[in-house]
């Protein structure tokens, strides 16, 4: 069972406006939280994290919201460039001592010009 | 050279045949890590190495074997796969294989299993 779900498949934004990425999760041991970014032909790459300690963490145009009673997260780009086009990876882990990341499934990000 | 070198991109084989998948880190990180995509899937992890030894091994059937030299590189030895285990291969390094460490990952090998 899925530990970690994008169920969002895709998403279309207009250059310049908000994008709003979401995941979910269930395991409540989860207690940091990463993004990563996928461009087609290459592996994955580090985008921004937040730990269960904060509710919010910032880093340029993304922002990343954590809602623990929810088990809720979320990614925003603001604004939305066309080079923001990917894939975007969830994903979690706990401290077993393991750096095992639990990932989502992803979302297609489609940033228009 | 890039941080993590993944070879061959494209791979096809046949499911009696014996293929090695190979990575190469350039970090100088001492954990790294194997991950399988299969289509409309997440990424699963498989195996972990720190400093050359196995730490993690996620379950994984023996058709798969990892092997680990250095704390440079990265095999995985396939032999008699199912067309199932067709998917993207994914290796990955961190610095220290510890919790809450950055992953680096490699560009990945698409596997064709016939």
């Given at each position: 069972?899925?530990?970690?779900?994008?169920?969002?498949?895709?998403?279309?934004?207009?250059?310049?406006?908000?994008?709003?990425?979401?995941?979910?999760?269930?395991?409540?041991?989860?207690?940091?939280?990463?993004?990563?970014?996928?461009?087609?032909?290459?592996?994955?790459?580090?985008?921004?994290?937040?730990?269960?300690?904060?509710?919010?963490?910032?880093?340029?145009?993304?922002?990343?919201?954590?809602?623990?009673?929810?088990?809720?997260?979320?990614?925003?780009?603001?604004?939305?460039?066309?080079?923001?086009?990917?894939?975007?990876?969830?994903?979690?882990?706990?401290?077993?001592?393991?750096?095992?990341?639990?990932?989502?499934?992803?979302?297609?990000?489609?940033?228009?010009? | 050279?890039?941080?993590?070198?993944?070879?061959?991109?494209?791979?096809?084989?046949?499911?009696?045949?014996?293929?090695?998948?190979?990575?190469?880190?350039?970090?100088?990180?001492?954990?790294?890590?194997?991950?399988?995509?299969?289509?409309?899937?997440?990424?699963?992890?498989?195996?972990?190495?720190?400093?050359?030894?196995?730490?993690?091994?996620?379950?994984?059937p023996s058709r798969f074997s990892p092997e680990c030299p250095n704390s440079s590189h990265l095999f995985l030895h396939l032999h008699t796969l199912q067309p199932e285990d067709s998917a993207?291969?994914?290796?990955?390094?961190?610095?220290?294989?510890?919790?809450?460490?950055?992953?680096?990952?490699?560009?990945?090998?698409?596997?064709?299993?016939l």
């Amino acid at each position: 069972d899925q530990q970690v779900k994008q169920n969002s498949p895709s998403l279309s934004v207009q250059e310049g406006r908000i994008s709003i990425l979401n995941c979910d999760y269930t395991n409540s041991m989860f207690d940091y939280f990463l993004w990563y970014k996928k461009y087609p032909a290459e592996g994955p790459t580090f985008l921004i994290s937040i730990s269960s300690i904060k509710d919010k963490n910032e880093d340029g145009r993304f922002t990343v919201f954590l809602n623990k009673s929810a088990k809720h997260l979320s990614l925003h780009i603001v604004p939305s460039q066309p080079g923001d086009s990917a894939v975007y990876f969830c994903a979690a882990t706990d401290q077993t001592g393991a750096n095992n990341l639990f990932f989502g499934t992803g979302t297609r990000l489609t940033v228009i010009p | 050279e890039t941080g993590v070198t993944q070879t061959p991109r494209h791979l096809v084989m046949g499911m009696t045949n014996k293929k090695s998948l190979k990575c190469e880190q350039h970090l100088g990180h001492n954990a790294m890590y194997w991950y399988k995509q299969s289509a409309k899937k997440p990424l699963e992890l498989m195996f972990v190495y720190n400093f050359k030894e196995q730490t993690e091994n996620n379950s994984v059937p023996s058709r798969f074997s990892p092997e680990c030299p250095n704390s440079s590189h990265l095999f995985l030895h396939l032999h008699t796969l199912q067309p199932e285990d067709s998917a993207l291969y994914l290796c990955a390094s961190s610095r220290e294989g510890t919790a809450n460490e950055k992953l680096f990952f490699g560009s990945g090998t698409q596997l064709s299993v016939l």
